[in-house]
């Protein structure tokens, strides 16, 4: 398959439908730009199709592979794998394995994966001593999904020491069954549990439809199209969300640690900060901190982190993040929930389809056609 083809088959397959611009309507022509940090990219290990990472025990990154299998990269590059549940997923349209999460003791594994039926599904592990313990599976949490697309799937533990889950829409153009606005169902939402708190989780009593008997009480944040990667700020707290739009606007969301959830991003109503086919803006929406339209090469935004690594200093506190079509790594100075800077860091990941950080802070590129890099100093 040449190189475009193959692009083309992958994009179609992911379904990570957006656009990057170096403009964004959203942009304060006030800004005053700060010095851009110098990066580069080195390759450290190659994957089969990498989909997510994170920081696991013994200063090491663990790396999921969107057929099934997680694998262990340290000093000695990527290992064999620690885990294979290939057997149990699905990788037709943008389903696969999609995300994983240690608790902060690195005691439990999880995973979040569709299964063979398509269903969005988070498992956990018991792990002892670096190693995944099979045999203590169980499943925390599962949605079905109406169609292949949209599956979101990151999960990350917050600075609470819950466990959040990002599900898509549910697929098809325009969510159709308009469920980013609907509180009765878990799709198009950001979720907050508690998995060791009950069986199979408990729903945290400070959440904010906990106490809702219309609403289901897992969910923390609305209004998302297909939230593809969200991170916590490994000092302030702060939750950054890149939500993949519809066919004219990508934003990356913002909320503070101090947030008592509820927020609604606007997804069906608005795309961005913009109506969508007529649309109504809610009186809630809380907008992006930041946009980009279709008029450059992106297509698709692929959220980062706030870079707490030590090997970058002129990169300390930006945001990282890329566009699965565009490649290029760029950065956001955010002060107080205001975007003061944007910066294009002058090197390109390939077809970036995640970020995964490590212990220290240190970020690493995964990119769909295989590479794991880190971003280190020019």
């Given at each position: 398959m040449n190189t475009r083809t193959r692009m083309s088959a992958i994009v179609a397959t992911l379904g990570l439908v957006g656009s990057l611009a170096l403009a964004t309507a959203s942009a304060d022509e006030s800004r005053t730009p700060g010095s851009t940090a110098q990066v580069a990219l080195t390759e450290v290990a190659r994957a089969q199709n990498p989909t997510?990472?994170?920081?696991?025990p013994q200063d090491t990154v663990w790396i999921a592979e969107r057929a099934g299998t997680v694998r262990v990269l340290d000093d000695?590059?990527?290992g064999e794998p620690v885990l294979d549940i290939s057997d149990e997923t699905t990788t037709d349209g943008e389903r696969g394995l999609l995300g994983l999460a240690f608790d902060e003791r690195f005691a439990h594994l999880y995973v979040s994966y569709t299964d063979l039926e398509g269903t969005s599904t988070v498992d956990e592990f018991a792990v002892q001593d670096g190693t995944v313990r099979?045999?203590?599976?169980?499943?925390v949490?599962?949605?079905?999904?109406p169609e292949s697309n949209h599956n979101g799937g990151a999960i990350a533990f917050g600075p609470d020491g819950h466990l959040y889950?990002?599900?898509?829409?549910?697929?098809?153009g325009g969510d159709p069954q308009g469920n980013g606005q609907?509180?009765?169902?878990l799709l198009g939402k950001l979720l907050r549990i508690d998995p060791q708190g009950g069986d199979p989780y408990a729903i945290p009593e400070d959440n904010p439809f906990a106490d809702d008997p219309d609403a289901r009480g897992e969910i923390w944040a609305y209004g998302l199209r297909n939230p593809w990667r969200f991170s916590f700020d490994a000092a302030s707290g702060d939750l950054l969300i890149g939500d993949v739009g519809q066919s004219d606007w990508e934003e990356i969301d913002w909320a503070p640690a101090s947030s008592p959830g509820g927020e609604n991003y606007g997804w069906s109503q608005m795309e961005g900060t913009h109506p969508f086919r007529g649309g109504t803006e809610p009186a809630n929406h809380v907008?992006?901190?930041h946009e980009y339209d279709r008029t450059g090469l992106g297509c698709s935004v692929t959220g980062g982190y706030v870079y707490r690594g030590r090997a970058v200093p002129g990169l300390a506190g930006q945001y990282?993040?890329?566009?699965?079509?565009?490649?290029?790594?760029?950065?956001?100075?955010?002060?107080?929930?205001?975007?003061?800077?944007e910066h294009d860091l002058g090197v390109n990941g390939g077809e970036v389809v995640s970020f995964a950080q490590d212990g220290d802070g240190e970020l690493y590129v995964l990119a769909i056609g295989g590479t794991v890099s880190r971003v280190d100093p020019a």
């Open positions: 997510a990472g994170a920081a696991g000695d590059g990527l099979e045999n203590t599976r169980r499943t949490l599962t949605q079905e999904q889950i990002a599900l898509g829409d549910g697929g098809g609907k509180l009765d169902t907008p992006p901190i990282v993040y890329s566009d699965y079509c565009d490649g290029t790594l760029r950065s956001l100075e955010i002060e107080d929930g205001r975007v003061t800077a």
